[in-house]
């Protein structure tokens, strides 16, 4: 566990346990910002189900987000596990200071080389750099998404920049929405009904940006549109988890690459690759900006 720190926040980082964020905390007004663990913090083995360790906190999702197979050789039919490779084993540790993190990663299924950096860029702004290398002698299909499970107690707010914006859900319904109106109800701001959860999938931006407004907070997410031109949401109603575990609220925001948690459920065209050889490299900048009544 590696925590980096300005005078306003502290965040706790778990190479150990995928490389996440494990919680962001704000110092002034003693606040955390992620869902809080669920279970002891343990790394999940390469063949361990994500579900059943802990699923708190921050995660990064590549090159898959739901369990699925490879689609295209040589690796067709390559088991992939639920959140990703990056979810499962141990990160390497780069370098570690109290402002950055580094990390490094081999692909288990897929032959890459993975880094990513954690940096405080200034006293509430977080920026998550990513770089992946093909090391294999054939182009890597590939999905990314961030996945922060923010806290949201009751009240909320997403904004997104103005223009023609359309959702779809997961699983897919063969209809597009038109942003945010879906069953009667507006979800920038109202929730969906107790004791459920929907993903959905919002494109259509014109600038690379979106926002939860919170009642002690907004969190700011600033992004490339040629890097991730989707954002995906996920509402949480108490619906997650089910079985033994008890269900809590959250929303989050993920920035990803395309509309689909699966490697080969959209046309192929719909997917980034990494050619033989190359590096592929994208950034996410958290900014989380407290309301002055938080802070009074």
Sequence with gaps: MIQIESSSLSVTILPEVGGKVGQIHDKLCSRDLLVPPQNPYRTIPVDG?????????????????????????PWAGASLPDLGEWTHGAWQIENADVNEVALKKQGTVLPY?????????????LVFSYCVENHGQDPIRYLWSAHPLIEVED???????????????????????A????????????????????KIFVAGMTEGWC???????????????????????WLNNFGFPRKKQVPFRCIAVEPCTSPSDLLDDLDSNAYRRIAVGEKVSWSLRLDILPHKSADA
């Excluded at 942003?179 to 929907?198: H, N, Y």
């Excluded at 926002?211 to 490339?224: G, V």
């Design 49 to 73: 189900n994500w579900l059943a360790f802990d699923t708190s906190g921050m995660d990064d999702c590549f090159p898959n987000v739901a369990a699925g197979t490879y689609p295209e050789t």
């Design 113 to 125: 080389l993975a880094t990513k950096a954690i940096q405080l860029v200034d006293e509430r702004s």
């Design 155 to 177: 009240e909320y707010e997403l904004i997104f920049p103005h223009g023609n914006l359309t959702f779809t859900t997961l699983p897919p319904n063969a209809q597009t929405y």
């Design 179 to 198: 942003w945010p109106l879906f069953e009667g109800k507006s979800l920038s701001r109202e929730w969906i009904r107790d004791v459920t959860t929907l």
């Design 211 to 233: 926002e939860l407004r919170l009642p002690a907070h907004t969190l700011r997410f600033t992004f490339d549109l040629d890097s991730a031109p989707i954002v995906g949401i």
